[in-house]
C-alpha cells in the first residue's frame, strides 16, 4: 500500500474495490462469457456506423434499382 499513498483514501478504496471486482468476475468465469459478447456488439455498432457513414442504404437502394 506505500505505493498508493499519495492518492487520497477514496481513490485507493475505488482502484482496491475494482481490482478486486475485476479478480472476481475472472475467476467465477462471467468476464470470459460476457468478453466475446461485447466485442460482437461492439463490431455490429461499428459496422452499422461505417455503413451509415458511407451512405450505403443510398448506394444499394441504386444498385437495385438498376437490376
Do not use: H, W
Amino acid at each position: 500500500m506505500e505505493q498508493l499513498s499519495n492518492l487520497s483514501e477514496t481513490a485507493q478504496g475505488i482502484l482496491l474495490f475494482s481490482f478486486g471486482l475485476l479478480l472476481f468476475l475472472y475467476v467465477t468465469g462471467l468476464l470470459t462469457i460476457g468478453t466475446p459478447t461485447l466485442i460482437l456488439l461492439a463490431s455490429l455498432a461499428f459496422m452499422g456506423y461505417g455503413f451509415l457513414k458511407m451512405d450505403g442504404y443510398r448506394k444499394v437502394k441504386r444498385l437495385m434499382k438498376k437490376q
